[in-house]
Every structure is written in C-alpha cells, then in structure tokens.
C-alpha cells in the first residue's frame, strides 16, 4: 500500500525559508515521479513543482522559478521542496503526489488527475 506523507510546513516570515519532505512508503522500486502542489481553499490545486524518478529531470511553475528546488534521496524514499525568498502568496497547504512510472518525461505534470496517490499535505503561512 502506497503512502505519502509531507511535512516541514510552519509560519514563516515573508524573505524566509522552509523546506518541505515528502515521505513514500509502499513503492517497490525507484520508478516513480512526483510532483509538489499547493491549494488555498476555494481554489484550484495548483502544480509548483515536479521530479522524475531519477531526479534528473525537474521542473517549476513560473511563479516560484529561482526561489524553490526540488530534490530526491531515494535511499530514503524521501522528495523536498526547498523553498526561499518566501511571499505572503506563497501561503498555501502543499501537497505531494506521486505517479508511479519509468516513461514519464513530465508533460503536463501539473495536471492533478496525472498522478495516483496523494498525501495529506501540510500547511505553509507566510506572514509577518
């Protein structure tokens, strides 16, 4: 059984840091791109954020290009979301997804229904 849990989510104030871990559990193999989205309530989940299996390959949506990096110890199951220059915008829960595949070059990785497991998500305020 496939599970995702995130963590690392806090109040911060704005130009400040956090960094956000997403632990898998339940996957067999290394073959598995996920991807980091945030959704504030009434809105639509928005993609931030994508890694390929190998962590070769990412990408950013524009609004946090140069201020976020995605990465991936896959000795320890584990993705982050490493989030600087922090906006009061930024304010969101964020939530990882991941999508278990070898093919996958990351089109249309934002779309939320590209992805088969989801975790919880945790809460990220930006505030001062």
């Known amino acids: 059984q496939v599970q995702l849990v995130e963590s690392g989510g806090d109040l911060v104030q704005p130009g400040g840091s956090l960094r956000l871990s997403c632990v898998a559990s339940?996957?067999?193999?290394?073959?598995?791109?996920v991807g980091w989205f945030r959704q504030a309530l009434g809105k639509e989940r928005e993609g931030v954020s994508w890694?390929?299996?190998?962590?070769?390959?990412?990408y950013y949506a524009d609004s946090v290009k140069g201020r976020y990096t995605i990465s991936r110890d896959n000795a320890k199951n584990t993705v982050f979301l490493q989030m600087n220059s922090l906006r009061p915008e930024d304010t969101d829960v964020y939530y990882c997804?991941?999508?278990?595949?070898?093919?996958?070059?990351?089109?249309?990785?934002?779309?939320?229904?590209?992805?088969?497991?989801w975790g919880q998500g945790t809460q990220v305020t930006v505030s001062s």
């Open positions: 997804a991941a999508r278990r595949t070898s093919s996958w070059n990351g089109s249309t990785w934002n779309r939320a229904n590209n992805y088969d497991y």
């Open positions: 339940g996957f067999t193999t290394d073959y598995y791109a």
């Open positions: 890694i390929s299996g190998t962590g070769g390959t990412t």
